[in-house]
């Protein structure tokens, strides 16, 4: 009798184990089919090389933190380096200091951060850390601008390098390396006199 009892118990044990993993499982995967887009982005492994539009960027107009519109079109004429960035992405914030004095020691290259984030909290964040190029202010929108220039999965920091009459030439997606992002505007610089 105990024999049974220890067997029908183990038996109902396990099945019960089972119907709740099958329902997890379930679960997970409906709920992935709903996340956000972003969110589903990040998780799927890209088999094609995005589509790019630098259209996109080059024929939006954004306010600068006085609230001015600025076509982005304005900076063309000399090779140009776009950061996308925002104030609550700590690999942003750590990499400002080193865009501002790569700025002011090329002055031949347009840099441009474009904040995704409020023109308030940008604002805040630059009368603590100076930034010696100018900032536009992009809005939780700006995420569409960083997809149509082949980051799908909207990750920050993403900057951007275009030559002087607007082609894009390259693209790094997170913290810049100084080294590395000096010697990649200094390729920019080459190919926009070419």
Request: aromatic share 6%; with cysteine.
């Amino acid at each position: 009798m105990m024999v049974i009892m220890k067997k029908r118990t183990l038996i109902l044990g396990a099945g019960g184990l089972g119907a709740m993993a099958a329902t997890g499982w379930f679960a997970w995967r409906e709920s992935s089919r709903k996340a956000p887009a972003a969110n589903r982005a990040a998780s799927v492994p890209m088999t094609a090389k995005p589509v790019l539009n630098p259209a996109a960027l080059l024929e939006a107009t954004l306010p600068d933190l006085e609230g001015r519109d600025i076509a982005f079109r304005a900076y063309l004429g000399k090779p140009i380096v776009v950061n996308f960035w925002a104030t609550w992405c700590a690999p942003c914030v750590e990499e400002m200091p080193e865009l501002s004095a790569m700025a002011q020691a090329m002055p031949n290259i347009q840099f441009v951060g474009i904040g995704i984030d409020t023109a308030d909290k940008i604002r805040q964040f630059v009368a603590k850390i100076p930034v010696s190029y100018p900032l536009l202010v992009a809005g939780h929108a700006g995420i569409a601008l960083l997809r149509e220039l082949g980051n799908t999965t909207g990750g920050l920091p993403f900057t951007v390098m275009f030559d002087a009459n607007g082609s894009m030439i390259d693209t790094v997606l997170g913290q810049v390396q100084s080294a590395d992002l000096h010697e990649r505007v200094q390729a920019l610089v080459v190919k926009s006199k070419t």
